[in-house]
């Protein structure tokens, strides 16, 4: 399949590229103090392959997938199918030869601008593979639909709390290979997505721990979320148009 990618300003999505790096750090609990991904607390840097780059294109979106169901160590999600900018996480790359070159192109010294990294060509032109069969489509992340949301609270799901009642497990869908679904019972969500299974504190993205139909949620660490405040942690790129874009259109209070 031949597609087209959307064209987009180059020093915006390097941006985004770059406060992801940041972002997988502190989600991780990655101890940053004033030093990005790569540079050493005395200002010298280490050579090493980039958190993240910037694609633009078809890809599939999985943020909104509640009812993943679980085969084994895998979760089939049905997923969205769109045409934007994205940002592929390197370590979750599932293509081993296109992994390889990918981290070792794209480093802190030597990054990869939009569309530049191996992994963008081979999403886009249908050459992602995956034990041994190519996909069409793969699941990386992007904002479609982050009005939506924003409007429900996300809620902490740790299994190893005294009581806990949720799922165990949940999705991550980040550089999933994903095929169409034939006459799918969801119009909006017409690719099914291989997704890796954790058994880690996460996200309950839909307001609660449990998923919908029996199934489980994709969704993301339990760190990346500030339950006080009601925001993310974690200096996503573009989240504060985001949050400006959907707030309500009126003054703010001094």
Not at 150 to 175: E, I, M, R, T
Request: proline letters at 6%; hydrophobic letters at 30%; charged letters at 20%.
């Amino acid at each position: 399949m031949k597609r087209i990618g959307s064209l987009v300003l180059k020093s915006l999505a390097f941006l985004a590229m770059a406060s992801f790096i940041c972002a997988n750090a502190y989600a991780q609990n990655v101890p940053q103090p004033g030093a990005e991904v790569g540079e050493n607390t005395n200002g010298s840097t280490r050579n090493q392959p980039q958190a993240f780059v910037v694609c633009t294109g078809w890809h599939a979106l999985c943020t909104a997938s509640p009812d993943c169901k679980m085969n084994g160590d895998k979760a089939y999600c049905d997923c969205m199918r769109v045409n934007e900018p994205h940002i592929v996480e390197t370590s979750n790359i599932q293509d081993t030869a296109v992994k390889q070159l990918t981290l070792a192109q794209c480093t802190t010294r030597h990054r990869c601008d939009t569309d530049e990294a191996p992994v963008c060509k081979a999403i886009r032109d249908g050459q992602y593979e995956v034990d041994n069969v190519r996909y069409d489509w793969v699941s990386t992340f992007s904002y479609r639909g982050w009005c939506d949301i924003l409007k429900v609270k996300p809620v902490g799901c740790d299994q190893s709390v005294p009581g806990y009642s949720g799922d165990l497990n949940w999705a991550v869908c980040d550089g999933a290979p994903c095929t169409e679904i034939q006459s799918p019972s969801d119009p909006e969500r017409p690719l099914s997505c291989r997704c890796q299974v954790e058994d880690t504190a996460f996200l309950g993205t839909t307001g609660s721990c449990t998923g919908n139909n029996g199934g489980i949620m994709s969704s993301s660490p339990i760190g990346t979320w500030d339950f006080e405040n009601n925001q993310y942690r974690i200096p996503l790129p573009g989240y504060q148009y985001v949050q400006g874009a959907c707030a309500p259109l009126k003054s703010d209070a001094l």
